[in-house]
């Protein structure tokens, strides 16, 4: 089955602590990404990948790193997370029919 | 740079056909795209459509005019399951952009 999996699915935490949200892909797409979803605000692209050690940043990069040392996986790091970055989180892998994106189940972070 | 435009609430009855409209600016252009995200759900997708015309899957079609910037979902034969956000997504030279989100309420 075609899957998009990031753990945790919820995560609260502390501001300063850092913190990592792993994702992984099983259809061997060489895009992925990730987005914040704040309401009214729609998917904002964190990230992207185009391959294994290619990433470059989307809208709203500040604060966060990534790293594609793999090509099925792609994690997301907050260094130093701080209240404005609770938000609801998805990962995400597009193939190349269609540019169907296929996303994970989200990651709900709340920073105190 | 790439933006996009859809309206941010429709309503609309159980049974009926409602349209959602999305237009889009982009540097380049491969297609345009339509999620649906129900509430604490993940965005999925529901149709693509690359040139110019009506694209149908089941209950759900998808026209695009390449030369007026602009696609719209049409959803016929509304059903209560069918209250959710729906996302237009234009790739063009630059990763896929989402649009801000069309909340859909079907009432009975």
């Known amino acids: 089955e075609a899957q998009v999996t990031q753990n945790p699915r919820y995560l609260i935490t502390v501001t300063g602590k850092k913190l990592t949200v792993t994702c992984s892909q099983n259809m061997n797409h060489e895009y992925m990404s990730w987005y914040r979803q704040d309401p009214g605000l729609g998917l904002r692209q964190i990230y992207y990948s185009m391959n294994v050690e290619v990433t470059d940043k989307g809208d709203v990069p500040e604060g966060y790193k990534v790293s594609r040392k793999e090509k099925r996986n792609f994690p997301l790091i907050l260094e130093s997370p701080s209240p404005n970055q609770t938000s609801l989180y998805f990962c995400?892998?597009?193939?190349?029919?269609?540019?169907?994106?296929?996303f994970g189940a989200g990651t709900r972070l709340s920073v105190l | 740079g790439q933006s996009l435009e859809q309206p941010s609430e429709v309503t609309a009855v159980e049974g009926a056909i409602v349209q959602i409209n999305c237009t889009y600016q982009?540097?380049?252009?491969?297609?345009l795209s339509w999620y649906q995200q129900h509430d604490g759900g993940a965005p999925t997708f529901l149709s693509y459509n690359a040139l110019d015309g009506l694209e149908e899957t089941g209950r759900f079609s998808s026209f695009l005019s390449r030369s007026d910037s602009y696609g719209y979902l049409l959803l016929q034969e509304l059903q209560m399951k069918d209250s959710a956000s729906y996302f237009c997504?234009?790739?063009?030279?630059?990763?896929?952009?989402f649009g801000k989100g069309t909340r859909l309420s079907v009432i009975a």
């Open positions: 982009t540097s380049g252009f491969y297609g």
């Open positions: 995400a892998s597009r193939g190349t029919v269609k540019n169907i994106q296929y």
């Open positions: 997504a234009v790739k063009g030279n630059t990763p896929l952009v």
